[in-house]
């Protein structure tokens, strides 16, 4: 790490100022499962302290980073990754975090080269495995994706977030026998989850059951109003 680029990456952070607090406690509070807004606050406290070491300073953009995401402030969230990974480009972690802000902002391929790199780094890597599944079936990829939630689920079994971005494929793909029972699966396991309540909707529709279909989306919307602009972003439309 040159001088150069940790002066880039200190200066990047500057202008916000320590909490009146003691130091040491917000030093914790960073590497700690705080609240977003705490997680930003401690973490913005060790990066303009000068006080922290480089390996510690890479996990406290990253963290910093996560709690960004957390709060959908994607651009936030990236440039924080962007500095992690300035100063540890091995992050498989931060690199996989921006890939899923990069999703989330609709760049899919800028999405699908941080899931390689992760990937590359740690072939085991289940959630970049998971989260380059569904980005390759947001990204009119869906039969490449497959691949991905496949290997994903090998690693780890019965994970309801790689069934329903499976499931999610499956919908891109037609094949909607397929993608109701990975939408089953996923609900057995996290009940109530409103975009896999409106995909298992959708493929209900599409297998002859509009009326099941109908009250897994009133279901779907009764928690979140707005699932059904979310999910035509996504290219699933009643």
Sequence with gaps: MTRAILAWVLSAAMGVPALAQDYEQLSKRCYENASPEQTIEACTTVITSGRVNMEDLATAFKNRGNAYDDKGQNDLAIEDYDHAIAINPNDADALNNRGTSYRAKGKYDLAILDYDQAIKLVPTNAKAL???????????????????????????????????????????????????????????????????????????????????????????????????????KLGVQP
């Design 130 to 232: 998971s989260n380059r599944c569904f980005a390759k079936a947001l990204a009119d990829q869906p039969e490449q994706g497959l691949a991905d939630c496949n290997e994903s689920l090998r690693l780890r079994p019965g994970d309801a977030n790689t069934l329903a971005s499976r499931g999610f494929a499956y919908l891109k793909l037609k094949r909607y026998e397929a993608a109701l029972a990975d939408y089953d699966a996923a609900l057995l396991i996290y009940p109530g989850n409103p975009y896999t309540l409106f995909g298992r909707g959708m493929a209900k529709r599409m297998t002859g059951n509009p009326s099941g279909g109908d009250a897994d989306i009133v279901a779907a919307k009764a928690t979140k109003p707005d699932i059904a602009d979310e999910m035509a």
